[in-house]
């Protein structure tokens, strides 16, 4: 009998030996228009796709294929599943290995209530045992890298021990953790303490994650918690240049200074990027504007930018607005971290997000 062949270990750093990065899943976001919009600010080590969702009736959808397929970036991208039934996730990996992916990844945190409530995401974090049915099943089904992004527990802590010892079971191959727990959503502080455990318990790689909002924070939180690498949501949104600058603030060097002229640019590249042809102008001021309320929170401390941003309409309204805040003094420094008291609003961290949905930005209007 032939001996199975060996895993492939994680692909590497662009920084050797270096701490990891990695872009954050984000549904209706981390497509493959905006992975390639961050690639050309300075692509992270690993990219993670937006959840594929896992059901009787479902296939993997194809927008979401396209970030797999058509990945330009030059670095990995790793498939996210979120689902329960052991048959149709096995059967979706079958599907999922036809494309170039780097690995599955299983998300155990969506803290949305119409997720949890199906028992799936931040839901399963209830059922240890659940958990390491889906894991074993999972880990015989992937030939390559299996990875889990989890939150730290559902109500509370109570699980957390017991579901890294289910994740060391399965050899999982890196486990990103969200410190905070899905009733948590997106208000409390982040618990860097439990992200520190997990680095201490769990046998693999872990990416530290939550409020990750700037590179020196970045590497703060890998001091504080030992964690192999950081993984960044909302703040690459508002920063692109993000991962550039974790890699140069990890060598010890200057961290690159972004003006706001260069936020203009970015604002720029990706309006057009992510416009799908057929989508009429209006519609896709308004997924703009999805975006630029997380990069209005480095603009100016008063909230001016997006006071004035979220009342456009059009094209010519919206890039006038840009103009007239970013391009006034271009030479002006972007704000490193977000302004105090400057939110994007709604978002993930107001109630009126929670009750729709803790996970999307299709529910976030301006
Ligand atoms: C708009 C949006 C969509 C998200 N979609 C997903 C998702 O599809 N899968 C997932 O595991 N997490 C998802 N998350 C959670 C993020 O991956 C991340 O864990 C969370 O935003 C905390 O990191 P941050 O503070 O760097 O944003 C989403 C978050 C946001 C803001």
Redesign the pocket.
């Known amino acids: 009998m032939r001996a199975a062949a060996p895993r492939p270990s994680l692909p590497s750093g662009q920084q050797p030996g270096g701490p990891l990065t990695a872009l954050?899943?984000?549904?209706?976001?981390?497509d493959l228009a905006f992975m390639r919009v961050i690639a050309h600010y300075g692509a992270p080590d690993y990219f993670?796709t937006?959840?594929l969702r896992v059901h009787a009736q479902s296939r993997p959808e194809k927008h979401i294929l396209r970030s797999i397929d058509e990945n330009t970036t030059g670095r990995p991208v790793f498939a996210?599943l979120?689902g329960e039934d052991l048959g149709h996730l096995a059967r979706t990996v079958d599907e999922l290995l036809r494309h170039p992916i780097a690995g599955i990844?299983l998300?155990l945190?969506?803290p949305a209530p119409k997720v949890y409530k199906k028992n799936v995401?931040g839901g399963l974090l209830r059922e240890p045992d659940q958990v390491d049915r889906i894991l074993g099943h999972l880990r015989a089904a992937v030939p390559g890298l299996f990875t889990v992004?989890m939150r730290i527990g559902f109500d509370d802590t109570t699980h957390f021990d017991r579901l890294l010892d289910v994740v060391n079971a399965h050899d999982v191959d890196l486990l990103?953790v969200?410190g905070r727990t899905v009733k948590e959503m997106?208000r409390s502080e982040?618990h860097y303490d439990a992200i520190a455990h997990a680095v201490a318990r769990a046998r693999c790689p872990v990416l530290a994650?939550?409020?990750?909002?700037s590179a020196p924070r970045a590497a703060a939180i890998l001091r504080q918690t030992g964690a192999a690498g950081v993984?960044?949501?909302?703040?690459?949104i508002r920063n692109p240049w993000i991962f550039r600058q974790c890699r140069e603030a990890f060598a010890g060097r200057p961290v690159p200074v972004i003006s706001l002229g260069d936020v203009r640019e970015y604002v720029d590249r990706l309006f057009h990027a992510t416009r799908p042809a057929d989508l009429p102008e209006r519609l896709h001021v308004n997924k703009m504007k999805k975006y630029l309320n997380f990069v209005g929170q480095g603009v100016d401390p008063t909230g001016a930018f997006l006071h004035d941003m979220r009342r456009t309409e059009t094209q010519a309204e919206l890039f006038a607005v840009c103009d007239r805040h970013l391009l006034a003094e271009p030479g002006r420094a972007f704000s490193s971290e977000p302004y105090p008291g400057v939110i994007a609003r709604p978002?993930?961290e107001t109630p009126a997000a929670e009750a729709a949905d803790g996970?999307?930005?299709e529910t976030?209007t301006a």
């Open positions: 954050a899943p984000m549904q209706d976001v981390t993670f937006e959840f996210q979120i990844d998300n945190g969506c995401g992004k990103s969200h997106y982040v994650n939550g409020n990750v909002t993984m960044i949501g909302r703040h690459a978002n993930c996970c999307s930005l976030v």
